[in-house]
């Protein structure tokens, strides 16, 4: 993938990125807390193989939360649309990603989305493999395929941070293991789960992901099909319903495009048909996504009518 | 506004229609109940200003839920973006349409989308008019206006019931008086609410309405601007992610267009760019959504490729 | 009544009386707020008709959340015991006093107990009489007999202000009106409500109420009965399992005896076989309850061994 | 400790023993359903150390939730009463005793109080030992000691299927962990609580420890002080205000002594001044008390008016 600087872009980047000023980089772990909260960098991804960028492209991150949707794509095609949906719903939630009490409220115990992190811990305990290591494979070779980069790994400090803290991922876990929603050894599922958050790569990269979705699965240089169309258009539809957190409908209303976040300032867009953008911008508004990735998308979407409502 | 039957639309109906008997007509006022819950009839309206239809077009129902979006336009235009939002928030939500408990774990209080019941009070609330006849004159006219018929009034009966036992909304009211989300008498508020929800119809004018939305408020025979294209955008985004109460995900997911539902089994859909739809079928499904009218809608969105993701 | 001051009680309740100003007055309505923070007055009624007092006896407060034992107490004489709890739980709550989100998730909706707002508003709901008036007079009359004093009236001032301002009782009732907890009129029922919890006395009243109890129903001066034997009982349990808001359990540890306090800055006490105890410092702590009231209690308690654990 | 049949308690016995056909016998692990439903044993323990017994005691049981309380006396005297209760509270709750949600929307997440499970973990994690096997001999020595019998040990096979089957606990010590209300390595903690409820005894042993407790702290043979007397109340006073699930208020109301039962079918009773109870009666009502044992303490209470109210 080769991807060229442009003007304009670099424009809008310089313009956007004092608004970090007013975010806050994620500190939950140390490995996160050690990025520049200034960073910026965006990469557009266009159909017919082009790329353009602005901002220092060489900026590496972990997907966090943006690894939710691939491994959706990659468990749909291992069990199926029924298999994955008799036991992760497809509604939004104004809950927040990491909440636990709805799994209590509701009868029978069922995460309410894979975006939040319940349903996400369910998905990834979908994905198929005989270990841990060949799950790890499989998802690895699907991430890198999307992205055309077999280099494609994750952050060992983070993940292992990560596997160290997750307190809160494991409640959830062992409540979802009582109401028989996930099955097996928790530790196993939470190695998986912490690194899949870790695999690290840079907004071209990113962006390229995105374009995949553009064309609903289709690899946008080869025209192979990576993901099937339908599962495709699952995906990006979960990231208009809830792919940014707890600020997904002001998402929908201000920017109005499949997008999901993560916390390590990361966004991936998709402008249907058309475009798959990269982001990384490590300081985070107050729900959790990189303010001034989506303050740049603002001005993208007004200037180039990127909305699909 | 003429609208011609039409074979193909007529073939997927009666495919269809026998769903029904799975479904259940709302029974909560007689009024209500008192519909053959085989009904089905939908039109569809499109820009060049041609209709179809199949089933029963002289059938006639209430708007119910679906007068929210009719609303929220209104509102929108007489206070403006920040101060409706202000007061009620942009998030879908994976609670029932009629919680309350939301309210009182929210921090400050306020009802997260104006497609729930309190949202949809709190927006009521904020219709312009020296008094409740004023507002209401004003609603109709603007209902009338987008339907493009001035006859266009209520079934007092169903007002007049659902006035009478709407102690849930009184209680919602009355909870968001108290944190001052809404302001001024409680029963005159009702009065109005319930009023606007039992505007009357049939599918053909029901599509008219889709059809403006679908041309982000022009109007489809005169091209005249009825709303502001970034109220219609809002709108749509909303019928996007909770428009069809607790199902709003699964049928972005298996139907994919901008919709709004009522109890009464009618369903506003927009295609945009494109079509207006018009539903009228009573028997509802487990969430309140018309049962016929979902598959109907599946069917269309499969056939034609409605979908906007 | 007569009561003698003691020195030994005035001692304690010179004590107490600085941490009155760690407190705070109710000031929801401006009837409450007027009075002096610094007010401390402390009556104990004894078994043999000896009372003696400490602090401005002459003060008189409104009794607030205090009248919901009296009530409960008429209601279950009125009604028998399955009527009351087959519509009011028996149960303490962790939850806040005035909570609306228990009522929506209990399955059938139903008050946990009958000392927070919407218990008591149901328990309000039942007392017998063919119109407002004729239910208020028995309630002013049972009242004033238990407290020997058939002047006994209410702060009129107060129960205005509250009835302009109750919407979030309001929103209970209409709540519970909609699930058949309560019936007929709500306006009604919040005259009645705002009235019983405006009905005004002194400490010497209301340690004399508080002997009855602590005699399990008979008049510490006739020996009447007042209230039957299981009924004063039930009362008292109320008191220790849920009388003093979210500190009820705290309080029992502490201090260990029936008591119900009110937001006005009463507090009734019952020392079973022994005591009633009636006080008033309208510096509140943060759960609502009388701040130098609670720390004279805890000192009486020590001293004297109240506690029925 | 010597008991002696009879005559009277046996006749209550063989009354309530029926009722037991209402109940269900816990069955979420294998081990415990292996009861007989019609089991039913009782001994009462008085002050001048007789006893007397009716049913078959030889029955053994295993305590379940009854440990809880065992558990806080022996934490209190480990940590003193402030880090206890900075860490766990001390209100009732509506709540089922397995909840997790009150973590989740309680600042700062805290347990309500010692006897749900949340509470019961948290003070478990509080017992001193310098490893598990050192902190598990204190808790054994502790029982043994109030139960005079130096051979009490636990059952195995219940301890182990609770172990590998408890999810939901581990779930409640990761959010805990999380929150940093519990230290330390959750499997290590989870073999102590399983260990702790599947402690084993007799009706004659858990009187024993019911006169304890009766008694403020002292043993009912020598006189010896096992629990200062501070201690003893406070476990008293949870004993009534949440020792019988969400049937506490209910029960205080219907029998009014402290108590506090397992889901074993075991009850321990409180006479303060007079009796320790002990109860085994394996079938459930659906709070998860024993039918039959609640049945006989409402006779025994009417008949003897242990009430404290």
């Given at each position: ?37 200034n ?49 992760v ?15 209590e ?15 996400a ?22 991430v890198?395929?999307l ?13 292992n ?16 293991k009582?109401h ?5 050894d ?12 870790a ?7 990113l962006a390229?992901?995105?374009a ?11 025209g192979?099909?990576l ?75 007004k ?7």
């Amino acid at each position: 993938m080769t991807c060229e600087s442009n003007a304009d872009l670099q424009e809008i980047v310089d313009e956007v990125r004092s608004i970090a000023e007013e975010g806050k980089v994620a500190d939950y772990i140390p490995a996160l807390s050690k990025v520049d909260k200034n960073d910026l960098s965006v990469a557009i991804y266009e159909r017919n193989n082009k790329c353009i960028f602005a901002g220092d492209y060489k900026n590496k991150f972990t997907l966090q939360s943006i690894s939710k949707v691939l491994i959706l794509a990659l468990a749909l095609q291992d069990r199926g649309i029924d298999y994955v949906f008799d036991r992760v719903g497809m509604e939004p939630t104004g809950d927040p990603f990491n909440s636990i009490s709805k799994l209590e409220t509701s009868i029978p115990s069922k995460p309410l989305n894979p975006m939040i992190n319940a349903g996400a811990l369910a998905v990834t305990n979908m994905i198929k493999g005989e270990s841990e290591r060949e799950k790890w494979d499989r998802i690895l070779q699907f991430v890198g395929c999307l992205a055309n980069n077999k280099q494609i790994s994750y952050d060992l400090e983070v993940a292992n941070s990560e596997l160290e803290t997750a307190f809160l991922n494991r409640a959830l876990c062992y409540f979802m293991k009582q109401h028989k929603v996930i099955h097996g050894d928790i530790e196993e599922l939470m190695m998986l789960y912490t690194k899949q958050c870790a695999i690290e790569m840079n907004c071209f990269q990113l962006a390229r992901i995105g374009a995949v979705f553009a064309l609903n699965g289709l690899d946008p240089e080869t025209g192979e099909r990576l993901i099937p169309i339908h599962i495709a258009r699952i995906c990006k539809t979960f990231m208009v319903t809830c792919g940014m957190y707890n600020a997904s409908g002001e998402f929908a209303i201000k920017v109005g495009i499949p997008a999901k976040s993560g916390v390590s300032g990361g966004i991936l867009g998709v402008v249907p048909e058309k475009y798959g953008i990269g982001i990384f911008g490590p300081a985070l508004d107050n729900k959790g996504n990189s303010i001034a990735g989506i303050k740049l998308l603002e001005i993208l979407t007004k200037r180039y009518n990127f909305s699909i409502f």
